[in-house]
């Protein structure tokens, strides 16, 4: 006679079915109720955002999170040992530890900052202006966003190094064979974004950033356009550097990192000075705090962070595999929608794409398209994207983009494709 299972067994076989048993599709239409803003209309008609690529909306989690801290946690970081200063500075470093998990790195080596242009600036300014001069160049795409080509003007201009560009294809891809040749000897620094916020291009940055390794050339990642739509591991990238924005995946304005190798956050020189990134101050010379905190002078962005680290703790409930997969199906329909428009002309095309469509309407100056796309409440932007030089390779003073989040639905593009329809009407 065989004996019965005990209750324990029972409920280590439910829990062993559970684990293996997938778990549920999320509900995109409870998700999207979860964006306050999205439901508001604008000119009487429902908001349908497709400008998530300038900026994402924020979820009640990251709201809750910033009043909360401002109503029970007030107070400076680092400095007190009162019950608030200490609270607010775990908060704060909680987020710091949260994010770095988020992207497979050492709290110890992420700088927080106000977000990518900080972070390239630092990059810029602390790593490269001393270490570059005259002869030595810096490689940057065609396709980079202003945050990382000015900051290395700037520095070229004051060190004597120079400024050289790897182009794209016709697609609107990265074209390796071009990028192999210009690296160089005299290439000590190559700026590269993970996805382009133009065209959505997703680069292959382990690959570059594996070859510009075995070359000794520093790489420098934007990651702006990355995070809020892909998993993204900084460690299995291999780059020197990884930067990027909290505003754009879900966090607050005014927040942001940089992820930077150890060898290098310790031989950087301060960026900015002041109070908490110093271990000790005479008049005769000062010694500094360890990496991260030697580059975080100043009282931070507090509440901005305890809200960042709600986003990521948002992003990863959901997954960002389920986020990619999502964005990828509303991509795919808004792609078939938009391609069977006359006269619209997708700019950008690469294989592998962010959900990101920058688009041009024959007869249409983009800023009369998005202002009378904006009178059927949908909101795209209209412009050059902060990527003039890429603009101007593709012959286009300005494009409208329709940039998509995990948060949209089929029904913002098919008031999108209406709205468009409208819109050439009374264009002619």
Known sequence: MS??????????????????????????????????????????????????????????????????HYRQHNANISRAVHTLGMEATEAYESARTRLAAFVNVRPDDLVLTSGT????????YSHALPRLGPGDTILLSRMEHHANIVPWQLVAGRNGARIAVADITPEGELDLDALWRAMTPDVRILGLTHVSNVLG??????????????????TVIDGSQALPHRPVDIAGIGCDFYAFTG??????????????????????????????MIREVRFEGSTFAAPPHKFEAGTPNIAGVVGLGAA???????????????????????????SALPGLRIVGTAR???????????????????????????????????????MEALGAPATCRASLAFYNDFDDIDRLVAALGKARALLG
Request: glycine share 6%; hydrophobic share 45%; charged share 20%.
């Open 352 to 390: 592998e794409k962010a959900a990101v469509i920058s688009f041009l309407v024959e007869g249409a100056h983009a800023h009369d398209l998005a202002t009378l796309l904006d009178l059927e409440g949908v909101a795209v932007r209209s412009g050059q994207h902060c990527a003039h030089p890429l």
């Open 117 to 124: 242009t900080q972070a390239v600036n630092l990059v810029a």
């Open 201 to 218: 291009t997703v680069n292959p940055v382990a690959q570059v950033c594996r070859e510009a390794r075995r070359r000794g050339i520093v």
């Open 247 to 276: 505003h754009k995946m879900l966090g607050p304005t005014g927040t942001g990192a940089l992820w930077a190798r150890r060898e290098h956050l310790d031989s950087m020189p301060p960026f900015l000075g002041g109070g908490e």
């Open 312 to 338: 990521v703790d948002y992003l990863r409930a959901i997954g960002m595999d389920r986020i990619e997969a999502r964005e990828q199906e509303l991509l795919a329909y808004a792609t078939n929608a938009l």
């Open 3 to 68: 004996t019965p299972p005990s209750r324990t067994q029972d409920l280590a076989e439910a829990a062993a079915a559970t684990a293996a048993a997938p778990a549920p599709a999320p509900d995109w239409a409870a998700i999207r109720a979860d964006f306050p803003l999205l439901s508001r209309q604008v000119h009487g008609k429902p908001l349908s955002y497709l400008d998530s690529a300038n900026t994402s909306q924020k979820p009640r989690a990251v709201i809750e999170a910033m009043d909360a």
